[in-house]
Antibody, heavy 119, light 110 residues
């Protein structure tokens, strides 16, 4: 059973970069999974951010694409998100999640981490 | 990205059946049989309840069922129980994105 755990700063300055890491246990980051980020602004719905595969494949939400970088660290069995030029609108609980192979659903989620953009 | 449309709230008494709708377009819900549903209790991560329109993961109660007609998918909870009180989100595979979530529905057990 795959387990995911997000980590990173809980507070980011406006115009700064939001950086989060998701540690994967119970499976290899090099398995046939798409490693995904989803966020949820306070009191609002879920927003799909993007996904990455160990082969280098990526997909991004078009509205975030210009500010977003996703990466994989195979030596640490983890994947990461970098979101630049953040504003208060990027304040949210950020979840990492995964879907296996060609599955089009997310069957495993991290517990989530709240990131607040504020000075 | 534009979220799929869900009713803000649905309520029912214990034992009743309720249905939550999820309306999109031919570019998402109507174009693919890749609709999934997630249950989220306050402060918790989402949990997969239905995938590929109508399939239940192992361990999910058979009181939960899914269907789709045209551009609208539906989640039905039969025999409503107190522990079903939560937020529910639909999701669909979508051309160009490739995923979009619904706006969310708060289910209240009266």
């Amino acid at each position: 059973q795959v387990q995911l755990q997000e980590s990173g700063p809980g507070l980011v300055q406006p115009s700064g970069t939001l950086s989060l890491t998701c540690a994967v246990s119970g499976d290899s980051i090099s398995s046939d999974n798409w490693w995904t980020w989803v966020r949820q602004p306070p009191g609002k719905g879920l927003e799909w951010i993007g996904e990455i595969h160990h082969t280098g494949g990526t997909a991004f939400d078009p509205s975030l694409k210009s500010r977003l970088t996703l990466s994989i660290d195979k030596s640490k069995n983890q994947f990461s998100l970098n979101l630049t030029s953040v504003t208060a609108a990027d304040t949210a609980v950020y979840y990492c999640a995964t879907n296996y192979g060609v599955n089009r659903y997310f069957d495993c989620w991290g517990q989530g981490t709240l990131v607040t953009v504020s000075s | 990205q534009s979220a799929l449309t869900q009713p803000a709230s649905v309520s029912g008494s214990p034992g009743q059946a309720i249905t939550i709708s999820c309306t999109g377009s031919s570019r998402d819900v109507g174009g693919y049989n890749y609709v999934s549903w997630y249950q989220q209790h306050p402060g918790k991560a989402p949990k997969l309840m239905i995938y590929d329109v109508s399939h239940r993961p192992s361990g999910v109660s058979d009181r939960f069922s899914g269907s789709k007609s045209g551009n609208t998918a539906s989640l039905t909870i039969s025999g409503l129980q107190v522990e079903d009180e939560a937020d529910y989100f639909c999701s669909s595979y979508k051309s160009n994105s490739p995923y979009v979530f619904g706006s969310g529905t708060k289910v209240t057990v009266l």
